[in-house]
Nanobody, 119 residues
Framework: VQLQASGGGLVQAGDSLRLSCAAS????????MGWFRQPPGKEREFVAA????GANKYYAGSVRGRFTIARDNAKMQMNNLKPEDTGVYYC?????????????????WGQGTQVTVSS
């Protein structure tokens, strides 16, 4: 299984970006697809996750109302970006049902894509 994250970039505060995570093979079955980010000098943190059915979506408080995750390639629309959103964003797949907020529970990871938001 491979995950390929894309869509990062350098933007100004208030701008938008959309991240995508392509899974290979496409028939790969997962329970949740999540996004995590790692700000400079900090630990990896939960951003958002979506259940395989698309029925349940979860967000970190810091991004709720600004970020939206969708099932299709786990696309994550990020609006009204802030400098504190800067970091390397990783998509990850959770196969065995566990706590979705803990990155240690995710079995597969993409390579990360850099998001930099300037003030």
């Amino acid at each position: 299984v491979q995950l390929q994250a894309s869509g990062g970039g350098l933007v100004q505060a208030g701008d938008s970006l959309r991240l995508s995570c392509a899974a290979s093979p496409r028939t790969f079955n997962w329970n949740f697809m999540g996004w995590f980010r790692q700000p400079p000098g900090k630990e990896r943190e939960f951003v958002a996750a979506i259940r395989y059915s698309g029925a349940n979506k979860y967000y970190a408080g810091s991004v709720r109302g600004r970020f939206t995750i969708a099932r299709d390639n786990a696309k994550m629309q990020m609006n009204n970006l802030k400098p504190e959103d800067t970091g390397v964003y990783y998509c990850a797949a959770l196969v065995n049902m566990r706590d979705i907020y803990d990155p240690r529970n995710y079995e597969y990871w993409g390579q990360g894509t850099q998001v930099t938001v300037s003030s």
